[in-house]
């Protein structure tokens, strides 16, 4: 079997995914292999190196396998100002917050509501309507 116009661009390009992922062949075939992939491990990294030549239906379930494999790695992003992530690096309670910041601002945002969302004792309750 020969190669095929496309093959050449999408091995290239499918190392090139597994590369910046941090992702091993073998990891890929382990994949591949689990979705109904048809070669082996030995042919897969043959096919990865150049050296053989794959049908259609076999490199789209490799690109199918890397593919999910790089949306399951963790992506850094920029959180939100209710990101339960920012919640971790809150000081602990009884901690004083930083000089010159008064009383800690979550706490103030938190209120002395119970776990239920009704208004606490230092609380007017919202006149209805107003939601």
């Known amino acids: 079997?020969?190669?095929?116009?496309?093959?050449?661009?999408?091995?290239?390009?499918?190392?090139?995914?597994?590369?910046?992922?941090?992702?091993t062949p073998g990891e890929l075939w382990l994949?591949?292999?689990s979705i109904g992939g048809g070669v082996?491990?030995?042919e897969v990294e043959a096919y990865l190196q150049g050296l053989l030549s794959l049908p259609p239906i076999q490199r789209d379930l490799l690109a199918m396998a890397?593919?999910?494999?790089?949306?399951?790695?963790?992506?850094?992003?920029?959180?939100?100002?209710?990101?339960?992530?920012?919640?971790?690096?809150?000081?602990?309670?009884?901690?004083?917050?930083a000089p010159g910041s008064g009383q800690d601002a979550d706490a103030d945002a938190a209120g002395d509501h119970d776990?239920?969302?009704?208004?606490?004792?230092?609380?007017?309750?919202?006149?209805p309507g107003d939601e």
């Open 1 to 23: 079997m020969g190669f095929d116009l496309n093959e050449p661009e999408q091995r290239r390009k499918l190392r090139a995914a597994l590369k910046a992922s941090d992702l």
């Open 31 to 33: 994949n591949y292999f």
């Open 40 to 42: 082996g491990e030995y």
């Open 66 to 97: 890397a593919n999910e494999l790089i949306e399951a790695i963790p992506r850094l992003y920029a959180p939100y100002s209710d990101d339960p992530d920012l919640a971790e690096r809150r000081p602990e309670p009884g901690r004083e917050s």
């Open 115 to 127: 776990t239920h969302g009704r208004p606490g004792p230092d609380e007017q309750a919202d006149p």
